[in-house]
């Protein structure tokens, strides 16, 4: 059964990729803020742990954060009760007991998506977006023990980043894949994604165990455009000693841009319309111009038919709707 609460929070990151780093000068203030955290059980069960952790989430002020291991339903609502600013939640109860979960704040759109098979810890998907940034996110827990468990995730990724690329363009895989930097490169170009890397933490692992295990891949549209920036939250002192009482993995904190020139439309702004000329001849029927109007969607993963996609498409001038330039908008919806 799904949860259908959304919750949005806020964190700060510093990113770089593969190979270069984003420097954060002359960036507006209204970034998106997503954290991924391998919690190792939610709740804790120490009082003075779960008050802990509850000031470390106020502390990184996320909108969005992919929570791993966390188990049923009950800990879900426990955290939407409990975690300041979270308002929804996309989840998916299962047997496994280290599920997965997309937590948001109210500021934050959040649809949950039909997750994808095939992991032994099941993932969570949905579809983001808050102003110009729009994506769809993926929640990952991959196979620790069983290694050949984690080779076949590795490989069922690869179809699960093209499935979610049909919804939307942009795509974050995020989450904990107990694969270390040289492993995880090697997925990033399996999949056609880019690792973010966190810039000036050379050294830094994720775990308390100094392994670099947990990671943020993006497709190079996003990384380019709305990515900022990456890091890893570190503690030292009495913060250290709960950390490590609270899990065994560190925060991951990413950072984008949510300009509203990223939704990627056409050089007119929405609300504008094609000439004739631009007008595809082979499209659907012609929509019904009185059922749409043109501002609300600007992703196919927002489209409830092929109609309305043209629409968007032919009237609003959102030309991401036909990445292809074949003139048929969301291939998904318009076969």
Not at 95 to 103: C, E, M, P, V, Y
Not at 321 to 332: H, I, S, Y
Request: net charge negative.
């Amino acid at each position: 059964m799904k949860v259908k609460t959304i919750f949005v929070f806020m964190a700060v990151a510093v990113l770089g990729f593969a190979g270069f780093g984003i420097a954060d000068s002359g960036l507006s203030n209204d970034e998106l803020v997503i954290v991924s955290w391998n919690v190792r059980g939610y709740p804790e069960k120490q009082q003075a742990h779960r008050i802990w952790f509850s000031k470390q989430l106020v502390k990184l002020s996320p909108d969005v954060i992919c929570v791993q291991e966390i188990a049923n339903e009950k800990s879900v609502s426990s955290f939407l009760s409990t975690e300041d600013g979270f308002s929804q939640a996309a989840f998916l109860n299962s047997s496994d007991g280290q599920d997965n979960a997309i937590f948001a704040s109210d500021s934050v759109t959040i649809k949950d998506i039909p997750d994808p098979s095939g992991f032994q810890h099941p993932v969570q998907a949905a579809f983001v977006s808050y102003k110009g940034f729009d994506a769809v996110i993926v929640t990952v827990h991959l196979s620790w023990t069983n290694v050949a468990m984690r080779e076949q995730e590795k490989v069922a990724l690869t179809k699960v980043v093209s499935e979610m690329k049909k919804l939307d363009p942009d795509v974050i895989i995020a989450g904990d894949f107990n694969t270390k930097e040289k492993g995880i490169q090697a997925l990033a170009k399996a999949t056609g994604l880019i690792v973010m890397i966190p810039h000036g933490q050379d050294g830094v692992g994720t775990t308390h165990a100094n392994n670099r295990y947990d990671h943020f891949l993006v497709t190079p549209d996003l990384a380019a455009e709305e990515a900022v920036s990456c890091r890893i939250e570190t503690y030292s002192g009495d913060d250290l000693t709960n950390a490590k009482k609270t899990s065994d993995h560190l925060p991951v904190i990413a950072r984008f841009r949510t300009d509203e020139k990223f939704m990627d439309r056409n050089s007119g702004a929405a609300g504008s319309t094609p000439s004739s000329e631009e007008s595809p001849s082979h499209a659907p029927s012609k929509p019904s111009e009185g059922n749409f109007k043109c501002g609300d969607k600007t992703k196919c993963g927002e489209m409830e038919n092929c109609e309305e996609a043209m629409f968007y498409l032919t009237k609003c001038g959102i030309g991401r709707l036909d990445r292809d330039k074949d003139g048929t908008p969301c291939e998904a919806l318009c076969h």
